[in-house]
């Protein structure tokens, strides 16, 4: 039988005898490899709908076990495993990234007392690290990545977001990340381009610039000469201690020390002490 079985949603007593004989033997797969099984059946469990919490930064999918046996044992026994696996394309060019699975234990559960009890009704959620997918955009646009989950009964997922599961299936959904509150000073570059980025930025914000750390004397003196910028210039807050001047040099930062000129050739007594 090799129709999907998710149009078989009331089989006949022949179709889930042979439905629930694969499903046994499906336990088996790892053993060999001579047995082959339909995809997408949805007839046990099945993945109902997905979304993000932006809030707590998880994945979230709903997860309904449809039938009161199938599950390898009842509740005090082992059971078996309903894995979800989530990716997400957050539409940066890389396609769906693989953001791990996660696994609840389902078991044999009657209908007793009497009224249906099924569908059971499942929560599986994994937390992400969304800060590095956020992007800085104006109020009127929003980061929207589609997220898949795909739903295997007793497997893993295949870490490939377009391989269909056996028991289970998959379905897509577009999320909203919250929007960046933060923003790297590393962005600053791009963000810029925003004409109206006065609206979101605090005016008394202060940004700590990093220190130019200068590979040597030697190199910034010959790149200040050949950018045109005079010596006296270059070497002012180095020998400005020096001078007869009425200007006070105690907090001037300087790149050089007054002993590493004469390595340079520089007579500071000749040149600037007049």
């Not at 995809?39 to 449809?66: D, F, M, S």
């Not at 898949?148 to 289970?168: D, Q």
């Not at 202060?206 to 006296?232: H, R, Y």
Request: with cysteine; aromatic share 10%.
């Amino acid at each position: 039988m090799k129709e999907n079985i998710e149009t078989l949603a009331n089989p006949s007593d022949s179709e889930l005898a042979e439905m629930t004989k694969s499903r046994q033997a499906f336990r088996l797969n790892k053993l060999t490899s001579a047995l082959s099984f339909q995809t997408n059946v949805t007839y046990w469990e099945q993945l109902t709908c997905a979304g993000y919490n932006p809030q707590h930064k998880r994945l979230e999918a709903v997860v309904n076990i449809k039938q009161t046996t199938g599950y390898n044992g009842k509740l005090c026994t082992k059971g078996s495993q309903e894995y979800v696996r989530f990716f997400v394309d957050f539409k940066d060019g890389d396609g769906f990234r693989d953001m791990g699975y996660t696994s609840f234990k389902v078991a044999d559960i009657s209908n007793a007392p009497s009224g249906p009890q099924h569908p059971l009704s499942y929560l599986a959620y994994m937390s992400i690290d969304d800060a590095k997918y956020k992007k800085f955009l104006k109020c009127d646009s929003a980061v929207i990545p589609t997220m898949r989950a795909v739903l295997s009964w007793n497997s893993i997922p295949s870490a490939n977001p377009n391989v269909m599961p056996h028991y289970g299936n998959r379905i897509d959904a577009d999320i909203q990340l919250a929007r960046k509150s933060l923003v790297p000073v590393f962005e600053l570059a791009e963000i810029i381009k925003f004409p109206d980025l006065v609206n979101y930025l605090d005016p008394e914000l202060e940004l700590n610039l990093k220190k130019i750390q200068v590979e040597s004397t030697e190199v910034f003196l010959k790149s200040n000469q050949a950018a045109g910028v005079p010596d006296n210039r270059t070497l002012y807050s180095t020998i400005g201690s020096m001078l007869n001047s009425t200007l006070d040099f105690s907090k001037a930062s300087s790149n050089f020390a007054v002993t590493n000129l004469d390595n340079l050739g520089i007579d500071i007594n000749r040149h600037y002490l007049k």
